[in-house]
Nanobody
Framework: QVQLVESGGGLVQTGGSLRLSCAAS????????MGWFRQAPGRLREPVAS???????YLPGSVKGRFTVSRDNAKNTVYLQMNNLKPEDTAVYYC???????????????WGQGTQVTVSS
């Protein structure tokens, strides 16, 4: 089985920074796309960052210029560096990864449990 575990969430003031980490473990042959989603109370889960196996990144306009996504393939880990945080960024942040487990020849999508990010004003 495959498990994703997020860490690095916490409470910061407006303008502060946090770095989230998500480590995948278990039966892993390879990992393709990885990314981050967030969900605030009363709102749907929304994507905030993604990175392909080749290192191509995407960030929506709401976070572009403030957030950076990266990965360390040797550690099966994806990171989200969040700078200049705003109260609107307050949410539970979830890690997502497409993982291939040998001997299967396709990828399956997995989700982490989530880590709370709270930005106070």
């Amino acid at each position: 089985q495959v498990q994703l575990v997020e860490s690095g969430g916490g409470l910061v003031q407006t303008g502060g920074s946090l770095r989230l980490s998500c480590a995948a473990s278990g039966s892993i042959e390879s990992i393709n796309n990885m990314g981050w989603f967030r969900q605030a109370p009363g709102r749907l889960r929304e994507p905030v960052a993604s990175i392909t196996g080749g290192g191509i990144t995407y960030l929506p306009g709401s976070v572009k210029g403030r957030f950076t996504v990266s990965r360390d393939n040797a550690k099966n880990t994806v990171y989200l560096q969040m700078n200049n945080l705003k109260p609107e960024d307050t949410a539970v942040y979830y890690c997502n990864a497409d993982v291939r487990s040998s001997p299967r020849d396709r990828y399956f999508s997995y989700w982490g449990q989530g880590t709370q990010v709270t930005v106070s004003s």
